[in-house]
């Protein structure tokens, strides 16, 4: 099979190489899950957030592509856990404003440092090239994954 050529790919192949991706994704979430105590969703809030500052409950909504009531419920477990902070927006009393708190800033850094210390330990054993074929497979993810078709 030439890798260069997509069209080449033999679609077993590619199945089983995305099942494989799928369930080493799988594995680290669940261990961090584990770890930290935190369902999948906490942690994706939790590094939404790290990267928004703060935001409105609809735009979390819309992230998780989950219903509003669901997504209240996971706020305020998070807000009881003292990890956000959940306020009305003073402009636009409609909006709900989500932010992290400084406990919840640190939890996100933990969550963090625990994958990049498995990333790092791991790609120990590879060579450069194979370390950047990951690095630029992992940046392009998002654009080969998407379903805009």
Do not use: W
């Not at 080449?8 to 494989?20: G, M």
């Not at 080493?24 to 261990?31: F, H, K, P």
């Not at 509003?68 to 404003?97: C, H, Y």
């Amino acid at each position: 099979m030439e890798v260069n050529n997509p069209s080449t790919f033999i679609r077993s192949d590619l199945d089983e190489v995305l099942f494989d991706a799928l369930r080493a994704v799988y594995g680290l979430e669940r261990d961090k899950i584990v770890t930290f105590d935190l369902t999948f969703e906490e942690i994706y809030i939790l590094q939404f957030l790290r990267r928004r500052k703060k935001t409105c409950m609809s735009d979390i909504v819309a992230e998780l592509r989950i219903p509003m009531s669901t997504a209240s419920r996971i706020i305020t477990r998070m807000q009881n856990r003292k990890l956000i902070i959940r306020k009305r927006d003073g402009g636009d009393r409609r909006n709900i404003l989500v932010k992290l708190c400084r406990s919840g800033s640190t939890l996100v850094k933990r969550v963090e440092d625990h994958t990049y210390k498995i990333i790092m330990k791991n790609l120990s054993s590879y060579s450069p090239g194979e370390i950047e074929s990951f690095y630029m497979t992992a940046k392009n993810l998002k654009s080969i994954l998407s379903h805009n078709i």
